[in-house]
């Protein structure tokens, strides 16, 4: 495609999302995909859910307009559209954490079919690390494991769709480092479809993206990160992601250490993320969607980085990053228990 070309596509996704946002909003309504206010939700307001479907509309136009498609973009399309009409009936009907997490793994599995998968790495010290046999259930497993990174940060107006875009445009300028201009060009479509989004999501918002949304969003991130990452097939080019999404991956790891320790479903919700957090800190939402959206894209910066060093000095920059991270993350949290422990004993 030519330079013209290429952004006249790029510009359709976009404006697209920014168009079909009201229409899905009003037929949220009508299938009563609603989000109601509880005790573990922020909101205070019936919120209609659904917009993941404009972002997929948006993003499924750039996929069109770019065609001829190879069998990772087929793969892609049909992947997608499995996890979006997953998310249709679950931001309607409310389908089980087991149901979806079948799904996800049904709608990967579609994708490592037409192509996308991880076959080795390059040994940071020496040779090559063949997956052989585990090639598939290791591209799998990521697959499903971002889609639900991203799924459950999705608790504050405009965090998920913000995160997605940093993410997607720092999987662009890697991918477009490592020659792969074609994973790069649908990393910056996912990007724009997502900040489309968030001309209603952004709080207040209008509308929620709802899983149809999340799912959606992880699950590009994570097919496009193999697709534009793994060419080179560098173990560091392939944990560039983990750097970019690292918060939400550790986030998600302490929420399952802590739902397993107090005897709850691993997929249940609850009020313990590192967003509602901030918010205990006394930080007004829109102010802690800002502060995550700095330490995205601080977490982007240090994944470029990453993917312009050796192999082994990436490694401990990684260790690092994600070691201060955890920190961070542990600080946060010690910070806002001792903040609301010490509110409840003002109040007795």
Not at 238 to 249: K, N, Q
Not at 267 to 272: F, H, I, L, R, T
């Amino acid at each position: 495609m030519s330079l013209t070309t290429t952004i006249v596509i790029l510009v359709a996704g976009f404006v697209v999302v920014l168009l079909l946002t009201p229409t899905v909003r009003r037929l949220a309504v009508y299938l009563g995909a609603v989000d109601m206010p509880a005790a573990r939700k922020v909101h205070r307001q019936p919120i209609p859910r659904l917009g993941g479907l404009a972002i997929y509309g948006g993003f499924l136009l750039v996929l069109l307009l770019s065609r001829p498609w190879a069998p990772p973009v087929t793969g892609l399309t049909l992947g997608s559209t499995l996890i979006v009409l997953v998310g249709i009936w679950d931001d309607c009907r409310e389908l089980s954490a087991k149901v979806k997490l079948a799904a996800q793994v049904a709608a990967a599995v579609v994708v490592v079919v037409f192509g996308i998968r991880v076959d080795f790495f390059t040994n940071p010290f020496d040779g090559l690390i063949f997956l052989g046999a585990l090639a598939a259930p290791v591209t799998v497993i990521w697959i499903v494991g971002i889609t639900n990174a991203l799924n459950l940060i999705d608790g504050l107006d405009g965090l998920a769709g913000g995160t997605a875009a940093i993410a997607a445009v720092t999987v662009a300028v890697v991918a477009w480092m490592e020659g792969q201009p074609t994973a790069a060009f649908y990393a910056l479509a996912l990007s724009l479809c997502a900040l489309g989004f968030l001309r209603y999501n952004f709080f207040p918002a209008k509308i929620f993206m709802g899983d149809t949304g999340s799912m959606f969003l992880g699950f590009n991130l994570a097919i496009l990160a193999i697709m534009g990452l793994t060419k080179t097939a560098t173990i560091i080019s392939f944990l560039v992601p983990v750097v970019i999404l690292g918060w939400p991956i550790i986030d998600t790891f302490w929420a399952i250490l802590r739902r397993y320790r107090n005897h709850q479903p691993i997929m249940a919700p609850d009020k313990q993320h590192l967003h509602h957090q901030l918010l205990n800190l006394g930080l007004s939402q829109r102010q802690a969607v800002l502060v995550v959206y700095i330490l995205d894209g601080c977490l982007g910066a240090c994944a470029i980085l990453l993917n312009l060093l050796p192999p082994a000095q990436g490694i401990l920059l990684l260790v690092v990053i994600l070691a201060m991270v955890a920190v961070g993350c542990y600080l946060v949290r010690a910070a806002s228990h001792h903040r609301v422990s010490s509110e409840l004993t003002r109040q007795m």
